[in-house]
């Protein structure tokens, strides 16, 4: 293990939550000018961070406690691992499992909420996963090669092989991010319905913890979304940019779907369109 | 700098309210007053909230409804009361039923008074009770919250006898 692998791994761990909540932050900004508000500082996740790591853990049960530092393990893997270049495949796979990690969590308390937003967690992830594992099928069949070492050394970009895929990642990215009109296990706007379930039961610090998860989270999606035009990085940043503010105009424009409905439509649409570009870039 | 001050969130409770202070609170959330670029959040979870705000007059059924949503904040947190009735019952305050303020089932660090009171005073009491919410999580005790003179005190209410300041007395 060299010197630049460890500083490569130290920078994957600590620049994705600080850039994730300032994208967060700046979300909440767009979104309060859009519905005629002033909005919270940008800095406001990180206020609430801070805030909820001083405030009383309180612990229903332990086992839950650790889901919620597993939730959070596990994506710090799935960032270390794509800064090593890994088996895109294992980052997938990492990225489930936490993902899991919260569903478990979730479900191992006796609160009939929190349980109903574990089972809408299992929805998404029944949504968005076919898509995401054809993704990486396209990009490595693409690439002749799983590694995410391979997408850097590309001679051109990946959205001239894969448009379509990325019209699909960017609807599976509405799910990953909880944004309307997929936003059912838990939502940033909704706090008081049944969408907030999943978290319900974690407060104070593990909360804290889940927050930081999902810095990780949309630090991961924009850098998905970079990463496919990453021979130009200031043309992949730009695409992930856009690909922000679209995120963030169709959470304000859209309104909640059933859980259902969410699967039935990201079963038809986005994994039909990867299914196409498959198809077509080996017809 | 202070993250508690920064970020508070809020659970509304609705007591026995006739729904005016209710429709006042959640005018503030609007974007006309827009309460969320003070950090302020109305989370539907006490166990994610800072501070309860309580809309309403307690009475028997509800105070241990009350006392529980109030427990199951993480500390520290600070509680407002918002109208009148949550000072001393209000106009419901002769009923059969009603207990009177709800300072009498859980401590509150804020009064704000009114019939309803104005949003722009809610979000006033809120950011009131920020600094008690800062001194609480620094560890500092904070006395009882200041009632300021109300309209009505029910006169034959031994417990409610001596427990204002004298000179705020009608």
Request: proline share 6%.
């Amino acid at each position: 293990m060299t010197t630049e692998t460890i500083i490569r791994v130290l920078a994957a761990l600590l620049a994705p939550p600080l850039i994730g909540a300032l994208c967060f932050g700046l979300d909440r900004k767009i979104t309060a000018r859009f519905q005629g508000r002033i909005g919270p500082p940008v800095w406001q996740p990180f206020y609430d961070v801070a805030k909820l790591w001083r405030k009383e853990p309180m612990v229903l049960n332990r086992v839950k406690t650790l889901y919620v530092y597993l939730h959070l393990a596990f994506m710090m893997m799935v960032m270390v691992l794509l800064v090593l270049g890994e088996d895109m495949l294992m980052v997938l796979f990492a990225h489930a499992f936490s993902s899991i990690a919260l569903i478990l969590g979730a479900m191992s308390v006796r609160s009939p909420y929190s349980r109903l937003g574990a089972m809408r967690k299992i929805m998404q992830m029944l949504a968005y996963e076919p898509v995401l594992v054809l993704m990486v099928v396209g990009i490595a069949l693409d690439n002749a090669s799983f590694s995410a070492s391979d997408i850097w050394v590309r001679p051109q970009p990946l959205l001239y092989s894969l448009p379509l895929v990325f019209l699909a990642f960017f609807v599976a990215a509405l799910i990953k991010l909880d944004k309307s009109p997929f936003d059912v296990a838990t939502s940033h706007h909704a706090h008081q319905e049944l969408v907030k379930g999943v978290t319900l039961e974690f407060s104070g610090p593990y909360l804290a913890l889940i927050e930081i998860t999902h810095f990780y989270e949309t630090f991961l999606v924009l850098a998905v979304m970079a990463f496919f035009w990453i021979t130009e990085p200031a043309v992949g940043v730009g695409l992930a940019a856009a690909g922000f503010l679209g995120l963030i105009v169709v959470d304000n424009i859209s309104a909640r779907l059933t859980t259902r409905s969410m699967v039935k439509i990201m079963w038809t649409v986005p994994l039909m369109l990867t299914i196409i570009n498959i198809l077509w870039l080996y017809r | 700098m202070d993250s508690l001050v920064k970020s508070p969130w809020v659970v509304h409770y609705n007591c026995n309210s006739c729904n005016g202070c209710d429709i006042e609170f959640l005018a503030c959330l609007t974007p006309l007053y827009d309460a969320e670029r003070f950090g302020i959040l109305h989370v539907g979870n006490p166990k994610h909230a800072d501070m309860l705000v309580v809309t309403g007059a307690v009475n028997h059924r509800n105070s241990r409804v009350l006392r529980r949503v109030y427990e199951q904040m993480p500390e520290p947190k600070v509680v407002v009361a918002l109208g009148v009735c949550t000072a001393t019952g209000g106009i419901f305050a002769e009923g059969y039923n009603v207990l009177g303020g709800i300072d009498r089932v859980i401590p509150v660090d804020v009064f704000v008074p009114g019939c309803p009171p104005r949003p722009e005073a809610m979000i006033d009491g809120i950011v009131a009770a920020l600094s008690r919410l800062s001194a609480k999580g620094r560890g500092q005790e904070v006395g009882p919250a200041k009632k300021d003179r109300i309209t009505y005190q029910r006169p034959s209410d031994p417990a409610a006898e001596g427990k204002d300041d004298a000179a705020h007395r009608p």
